[in-house]
């Protein structure tokens, strides 16, 4: 499952002034694509995040917060484990925790993997020169098409419209891939599961494609004329 096709140098990640900053292979340091996309995100999006801290509480949402990313580190550790032992994930052993997160992982390999016919990288490091970087779960071809592919955890289901940053990293990390390792990357795929084991998934491609990618490159000129 794992072609290795491309050489993926690795990149540095530090922060400075809260800013999340990658160093690139010609000493440049450049934004990550999460910094561009908080940093230009609508003050509707702002609001609606604040407005949820305070209904349930400053403390009650950093522990949300928290455990929410501890779930998806586990459930990612397992889909690597997975692609990078030929199909093979392991056993959860008895943390709750743990099973949770093997179970989540499961839902993405059997709705969403079984598509996958090769996998390029996983947690690739990928940047346009000049301009930002950052890191994909993984990219190789998805259903017969080249296609950069993200795993995501959830609380709890997800409607499309909340879930447009997703969208346009997909379309970061393509045109990165595009620009140094020359290919022609048009597709993107969301897998995602809830903690309930309820899986979705999301492709962007076509005319739909070009519109979020459109989308990214406004923001990332944003960024710009906002630093």
Request: net charge negative; hydrophobic share 30%.
């Amino acid at each position: 499952m794992l072609i290795q096709k491309y050489d993926y140098t690795p990149i540095s990640r530090d922060t400075v002034d809260g800013h999340r900053l990658y160093s690139l292979p010609d000493g440049t340091r450049v934004p990550s694509v999460t910094t561009i996309l908080d940093k230009t995100k609508p003050q509707e999006k702002r609001d609606a995040l604040e407005n949820w801290r305070k209904r349930v509480g400053t403390d009650k949402a950093q522990q949300i917060t928290t455990e929410a990313a501890s779930r998806g580190t586990r459930m990612h550790k397992w889909l690597e484990d997975y692609v990078r032992n030929d199909r093979e994930m392991g056993e959860p052993g008895t943390n709750p925790n743990s099973q949770q997160s093997h179970k989540m992982a499961q839902q993405i390999v059997e709705h969403g993997l079984k598509h996958v016919d090769e996998v390029w990288g996983i947690e690739v490091p990928l940047y346009v020169p000049g301009l930002y970087a950052g890191t994909t779960d993984a990219c190789g071809v998805y259903k017969g098409s080249p296609a950069i592919i993200d795993y995501k955890q959830t609380n709890k289901p997800k409607k499309t419209e909340w879930i447009e940053d997703y969208f346009l990293q997909l379309c970061a990390y393509a045109a990165a891939h595009n620009e140094v390792h020359g290919t022609d990357i048009r597709q993107g795929v969301i897998l995602m599961c809830s903690q309930n084991y309820e899986f979705q998934t999301w492709t962007i491609s076509g005319n739909e494609w070009t519109i979020w990618m459109d989308r990214w490159f406004d923001r990332v000129e944003q960024y710009y004329k906002l630093a």
